[in-house]
Nanobody
Framework: QVQLVESGGGSVQTGGSLRLSCAAFETIFSIEAMDWYRQAPGKQRELVGRISRGGRTNYADSVKGRFTIFRDSTRNTFFLQMNSLKPEDTAVYSC?????????????WGQGTQVTVSS
């Protein structure tokens, strides 16, 4: 079963940057699309952004211009570069996709990584 593992979370001050990684394990299939979500305490899960097949990206208005999603296809790893972080960006960030992740497997989700931004 394909596993997605996020890393790179931590604590930063307002205006700081973090780069989150989402690595796929137990698959040799080249995953081409990935979503990044976040969920803050007491709030609904929010789609932060998405990279689609072909590399097109879309972002939530709240992070547009500050966050960038990109992919390293050689390592089957996706990244979320977060700049100019704000306290309201504090959340658990996770990656996932409903798309194909293996020859006969669809859908995989990570456990998430905590991002805390202090003022």
């Amino acid at each position: 079963q394909v596993q997605l593992v996020e890393s790179g979370g931590g604590s930063v001050q307002t205006g700081g940057s973090l780069r989150l990684s989402c690595a796929a394990f137990e698959t040799i299939f080249s995953i081409e699309a990935m979503d990044w979500y976040r969920q803050a305490p007491g709030k609904q899960r929010e789609l932060v952004g998405r990279i689609s097949r072909g590399g097109r990206t879309n972002y939530a208005d709240s992070v547009k211009g500050r966050f960038t999603i990109f992919r390293d296809s050689t390592r089957n790893t996706f990244f979320l570069q977060m700049n100019s972080l704000k306290p309201e960006d504090t959340a658990v960030y996770s990656c996932g996709t409903d798309g194909q992740v293996g020859p006969t497997e669809f859908g995989a989700w990570g456990q998430g990584t905590q991002v805390t931004v202090s003022s």
